[in-house]
């Protein structure tokens, strides 16, 4: 956040000797010409990009690829506290919220440590408390691949990564999976394309059901698929649409789902309009479709 500078008040007093004699007076000497005190500068630019921190949101970006120093947003952070899923109507229907940071370890070297999470929050539930039905927690550590002149290379980057996700829950709830990504991505003037595909780290079957290092949920991949397609396009006034889409082409299942952000009550602030349908949208509802949509407020899109 940049200061907005104020007004400097700047008094001389000069008081002129004067001298007594007999029959003279001696002529005040002449006023010393004061030399002009330049206005404050005022700091209107957003910080570099090599600021240790750079938190700030610009309506310009895209959260995702942002390449500042240290600590940054990374993917669509939002607080959603109205939602209407068909599978949780009622007192059952959530606060959806997410927040998710990235933290380029050196200046020189883009590196980065990503943490994500998504909460499901049943804050009409009071008959059960009002529970946290589902927590994904999803930390990263990916490298990313960006020529010093992207036009030269058609704007083209990419992420390589490794990744964890897990909702923390004990069994049978528990589910959780470690993927390897590739996600090259193009972007040129305000549209961004990015395209991650993952291969999973396999997990042992064999053991026992109540065994907590047996693999959770071996089928989630017919789920989600092995890639997700996003496409983000800023539009008038500062407005954007983001789409994502995933689809296993050998079982038919996949999600598709859009978030649409306006300029909000405050900078960094945006109103958010979110739907979702198919499988995915939750670990713990990976093996179900389901349909949302919410409104809410973002601070990353």
Request: glycine content about 8%; charged content about 25%; proline content about 8%.
């Amino acid at each position: 956040m940049q200061l907005r500078g104020g007004w400097i008040f700047v008094f001389i007093i000069a008081c002129a000797p004067a001298a007594f004699g007999d029959t003279a007076t001696v002529p005040e000497p002449a006023a010393e010409p004061v030399a002009a005190i330049d206005e404050p500068v005022i700091q209107t630019e957003p910080p570099p990009k090599d600021a240790p921190w750079s938190i700030a949101t610009d309506l310009e970006s895209f959260s995702l690829t942002a390449d500042a120093r240290g600590l940054s947003l990374h993917k669509p952070m939002y607080l959603l506290p109205v939602t209407y899923s068909g599978r949780y109507p009622g007192e059952d229907s959530e606060v959806l919220f997410s927040i998710s940071l990235k933290f380029r370890v050196y200046r020189k070297l883009p590196l980065y440590f990503g943490y994500s999470q998504k909460s499901y929050f049943q804050a009409f539930n009071g008959s059960d408390s009002k529970p946290f039905r589902d927590n994904n927690f999803n930390p990263e550590v990916f490298f990313r691949l960006k020529p010093k002149r992207p036009e030269k290379w058609l704007n083209l980057a990419a992420d390589v990564g490794i990744e964890h996700e897990s909702n923390g829950r004990s069994l049978p709830d528990s589910r959780s999976w470690n993927r390897l990504y590739l996600a090259p991505y193009w972007q040129a003037g305000k549209t961004l394309v990015w395209w991650k595909w993952w291969w999973r780290i396999p997990e042992d079957q064999k053991r026992a059901a109540d065994d907590p290092k047996r693999d959770d949920n071996p089928d989630i991949q017919d789920y989600l698929g092995y890639s997700e397609l996003k496409i983000q396009r800023q539009l008038f006034d500062h407005h954007q649409i983001s789409t994502s889409f995933r689809l296993n082409p050998t079982t038919g299942r996949g999600a598709a789902g859009v978030v649409y952000t306006v300029p909000g009550p405050g900078d960094g602030f945006f109103w958010t309009f979110y739907a979702f349908n198919g499988y995915g949208e939750s670990l713990l509802d990976y093996d179900r479709s389901v349909t949302r949509v919410g409104v809410g407020i973002s601070v990353a899109r």
